[in-house]
């Protein structure tokens, strides 16, 4: 593992729950992983800014808080791979004490572009790896919105990709797809939230945090396009909530990407995650898709 990111957390950087925001996550580790690729001579073209043509997958751990003016490093290194892929394992720490914030393992295609010098692989531990979420079993990807629709998924967002959001061939960044999806939650909280909870969120005593990612990059969004985030549940533990999110590009009729995560309410007061009250869980229920998985808690 090699460090390829100093940095730290900003507080313009952190949502309500005065942590950093996932998208913020994402965008530091893919400058890291950036960073390795290039220092092993793997060129994107000549532009390296073109990382949104070579992703086609991301899993994310989230460990522990990154709460503002946190110093930050990302620790690099291959962790597999065959044929014209790269299996990247990226891992964010307090660069005070050494503990692991996150971990995102990242599928890259490489295909011709890369010369490929030889590394030595690094282990993925159970701490880094997945868990909640089986990469070899997420929920069937919809055809289409009307598609979506019918197995119970419901809007969250909506809107247009900016430039600013893009590389500069027109593809929407990496992480943007993370930020995305994250400002539709407020959305999801509001269809699922008692009035209780509700006001508990808005005087800063109740937030929501995200244990565990996947994102699949399937056909990139790009630049003046129109896309919908649609998301519902697909399991319920004692505490957790499997979320499956899907955006299409409206301007193409296309699924673009597709993310499911492990998602918690979290008490801002003890910085701990709170057990589901039945009454979100009866808000919750409706909200279950077709051919859902089983449930199963996931925080440690």
């Known amino acids: 593992m090699q460090a390829c990111f100093y940095g730290s957390v900003n507080r313009w950087e952190c949502d309500e729950n005065d942590h950093l925001n996932v998208r913020f996550f994402a965008h530091k580790m893919n400058q890291a992983l950036q960073v390795f690729l290039h220092g092993h001579g793997w060129e994107i073209a000549s532009d390296m800014t073109h990382l949104g043509q070579v992703i086609r997958a991301q899993h994310i751990r989230f460990l522990k808080e990154a709460r503002i003016a946190t110093p930050l490093r990302v620790d690099c290194g291959l962790v597999g791979g065959a044929a014209e892929d790269l299996h990247v394992l990226c891992l964010m720490k307090n660069n005070a004490d050494e503990s692991v914030l996150a971990a995102f393992t990242t599928e890259v295609h490489v295909g011709a572009w890369f010369g490929r ?3 030595e692989c690094s282990p993925v531990t159970d701490a880094t790896g997945p868990r909640g979420i089986d990469p070899l079993d ?5 055809g289409s ?3 979506a629709r019918a197995a119970g998924f419901r809007s969250m967002g909506r809107g247009v990709i900016e ?19 994250s400002d539709g939650m407020p959305n999801l909280w509001a269809l699922t939230s ?15 945090a995200a244990l565990e990612y996947r994102l699949n990059i399937l056909d990139p969004l790009r630049q003046g396009e129109i896309f919908h985030h ?3 549940i697909r399991s319920l533990g004692g505490k957790t909530q499997h979320m499956v999110h899907m955006l299409f590009s409206e301007s193409r009729g296309r699924l673009s990407a597709s993310a499911e995560a492990i998602g918690v ?4 007061t003890t910085r701990k995650a709170m057990p589901i009250s039945e009454q979100r869980r009866e808000r919750l229920t409706p909200m279950l898709l077709r051919r859902a998985g089983p449930a199963a808690d996931t925080e440690g």
Not at 163 to 181: A, N
Not at 194 to 207: C, N, P, Q, V, W
Not at 265 to 268: E, T
């Open 230 to 232: 649609v998301s519902g």
């Open 194 to 208: 008692t009035i209780e909870s509700a006001d508990s969120r808005r005087t800063g005593e109740m937030g929501g």
């Open 138 to 142: 997420l929920f069937p990807r919809p």
């Open 117 to 119: 010098p030889d590394l």
């Open 265 to 268: 309410v979290m008490d801002l």
């Open 163 to 181: 430039d600013v959001e893009c590389d500069s061939s027109g593809l929407l960044l990496p992480h943007v797809y993370i930020g995305r999806i």
């Open 145 to 147: 919105l009307d598609q």
